[in-house]
């Protein structure tokens, strides 16, 4: 597995990249990537220094690492990184030096999840644990595309994991998803009719049982417009990662 790893040298990034290397059980190549407008020869120092310190963690005996410094807008590298390096999996600090009221993410990471068409990891200030209930909302208005869940066949998802649909059927069209069946987890879903019931029903129970939580690129923005509602009402940050899936 490929993985683009993003880094603003910050300690929730370096967490992010540490929480990375337990993600595949075989032998991954890790780019660690830094997009800046500042001096190159002191960025690419630093980016050494932290591919340096990655490679002492216990898990990075079977992976490859290398270093990509861009003197570049963050988008622009991001997207030049995912084609020329054939990219699997971006992953990205939930917040660092530019943060947003996205439930603690970072406005960088929002930025490339909406603007790079590959799947995103979002960590948090979490200890790595293996995914074993994945909780994942749907606004059944939009059409998405179930086969990006294929990607959860590389990572650390247990056997007999659990995956919990929520399908928020707003308009009461009673819409069904019937084609999970393309993933071998133990399917449980729930229609729910409300927007309220992402706040009042979905969050409480995801926050206190998931170990991640799903999203499609393609209804981030109804997500975050519902994130940030709630965070008018709680103040707690996110503190479980989060995969925004492209199709």
């Known amino acids: 597995m490929n993985v683009l790893i993003l880094t603003d040298f910050s300690t929730q990034a370096f967490h992010a990249a540490n929480y990375a290397l337990n993600l595949s059980s075989g032998n991954s190549h890790f780019y660690v990537l830094h997009a800046s ?4 020869t ?20 079977k992976h490859r690492f290398s270093a990509l410094p861009f003197s570049d807008n963050l988008i622009y590298a991001t997207r030049k990184a995912v ?10 600090g939930a917040s660092g030096k530019n943060t947003s009221n996205f439930q603690g993410l970072g406005g960088n990471t929002c930025s490339v999840a909406k603007k790079v068409k590959c799947p995103v990891l979002v960590v948090p200030n ?4 293996e995914w074993e209930k994945l909780y994942l909302p749907l606004d059944l208005r939009f059409p998405v595309n179930i086969e ?9 998802v247990v056997k007999d994991a659990a995956l919990n649909v929520w399908g928020f059927d707003l308009k009461d069209s009673g819409i069904e998803i019937d084609d999970f069946n393309l993933i071998d987890y133990k399917i449980n879903q729930q229609i729910l009719k409300h927007e309220s019931d992402f706040l009042e029903s979905f969050w ?3 926050t206190s049982k998931a170990n991640l939580i799903l999203f499609f690129a393609r209804q981030l923005h109804i997500t975050e417009k519902l994130l940030n509602r709630l965070s008018t009402v709680e103040t707690r940050k996110q503190d479980l990662p989060v995969l925004i899936l492209h199709e």
Do not use: R, T, Y
Request: proline share 6%; net charge negative; with cysteine.
């Open 37 to 40: 407008n500042g001096e190159g």
């Open 42 to 61: 002191q960025v690419e120092e630093s980016l050494l220094a932290l591919v340096d310190k990655l490679k002492e963690q216990p898990e990075s005996e």
């Open 83 to 92: 084609i020329e390096n054939h990219i699997d999996l971006i992953v990205m």
């Open 126 to 129: 979490c200890d790595f644990k």
């Open 148 to 156: 990006a869940l294929q990607l959860l066949e590389k990572l650390p």
């Open 204 to 206: 409480p129970e995801a």
